[in-house]
């Protein structure tokens, strides 16, 4: 299986479940612990990761803001606003039907 990009659509959702549980992180961070915790199965490029970002930034589903690191290096940590909790929940909804109808065909096929 590729790791590389195998999210298919899916960032979105993993980023706000990442912040919701997690609290404000940078976007290094963000696909640190989805690399992580997906056990090495999921990894998300910065070529993916950032547009995507940007994009939720714009929906109002996140929120950014930069920061000074301890090394002294500016970095953009991101939380998630209100919208992107509800956001959140309509789509762990979506993705919980979808799975199951994808498993579904998987068994009957």
Do not use: F
Request: net charge positive; no cysteine.
């Amino acid at each position: 299986m590729d790791r590389q990009d195998s999210l298919n659509g899916s960032i979105p959702l993993l980023v706000l479940k990442i912040l919701a549980q997690r609290g404000p992180l940078h976007g290094y961070g963000i696909g640190a612990h989805i690399q992580a915790m997906s056990d090495d199965i999921l990894r998300v490029e910065q070529g993916s990761l950032y547009p995507a970002l940007h994009r939720m930034e714009e929906g109002g589903w996140i929120k950014a803001k930069w920061i000074k690191t301890e090394n002294n290096r500016r970095a953009r940590l991101y939380e998630i606003t209100a919208a992107g909790r509800k956001e959140l929940a309509q789509e762990e909804a979506r993705w919980s039907l979808v799975t199951a109808a994808v498993g579904q065909i998987l068994q009957r096929a």
